[in-house]
């Protein structure tokens, strides 16, 4: 049981994922993956990450131009 978890526990998982506590059904943790997407506006020259919140809305995170590369 060495690294990374892969899977979630199921009291922690999104409720409209609707889980049983005692089902027999497990969660994959979601991950973004080794790249994430990067979003550029033009106008104010600003980039931004796209991200998942906790209560499942997507929020946008800005990040300096070192990290957009």
């Known amino acids: ?3 990374l ?3 979630l526990k199921r009291l ?3 409720k409209h994922w609707m889980l049983d506590k005692l089902g027999g059904a497990f969660a994959p943790k979601p991950s973004y993956g080794p790249h994430k997407h990067i979003l550029v506006d033009r ?3 600003e980039n ?3 991200l998942y919140d ?3 809305r997507f929020r946008l995170h800005s990040i300096k131009d070192e ?3």
């Open 54 to 56: 906790t209560k499942g």
């Open 48 to 50: 931004f990450h796209l």
């Open 67 to 69: 990290e957009d590369k």
């Open 5 to 7: 978890k892969k899977h």
């Open 12 to 14: 922690n998982a999104p």
């Open 43 to 45: 106008k104010t020259n």
């Open 1 to 3: 049981a060495r690294g």
